[in-house]
């Protein structure tokens, strides 16, 4: 099937640094805000009941997967999402969605076949 050959051609490290760096709803969160503005990491910080340094490795998790950019302005990191990334994990998911698709009317199509011979077998 064409879509399990996609998966295959994934980098199964990228896959895991992503659905790792989203696992947490503390990192979607941050995700959201900085997709909507840059933030600083201590504006960041502000906002949660954690750490500085807490939020610091959030956001760590976050650009190692590149779903976050960091850059540094004078004294500040700024923090800024990355459409293009999310997409990636949409395209992702979107695979997988295809296969169990797949996977549901393969099985449909036999309940359907074995319906029909069912109701052959009751015909007769």
Do not use: C, N
């Not at 998911?93 to 074995?114: C, G, K, T």
């Amino acid at each position: 099937m064409v879509v399990y050959e996609r998966l295959r051609e994934l980098d199964p490290d990228e896959v895991d640094r992503l659905f790792h760096a989203l696992a947490d709803a503390t990192r979607r969160d941050i995700v959201e805000r900085v997709l909507d503005r840059e933030h600083s990491v201590s504006a960041l910080a502000e906002r949660y009941a954690m750490s500085f340094a807490a939020v610091q490795k959030h956001v760590a998790v976050l650009e190692r997967a590149g779903i976050v950019a960091k850059q540094r302005r004078g004294r500040e990191q700024l923090v800024r999402g990355d459409p293009e990334a999310l997409a990636r994990v949409r395209r992702l998911l979107e695979q997988y969605e295809e296969i169990w698709r797949h996977r549901a009317a393969a099985m449909a199509a036999v309940l359907d076949e074995d319906a029909a011979l069912g109701e052959e077998g009751s015909q007769r």
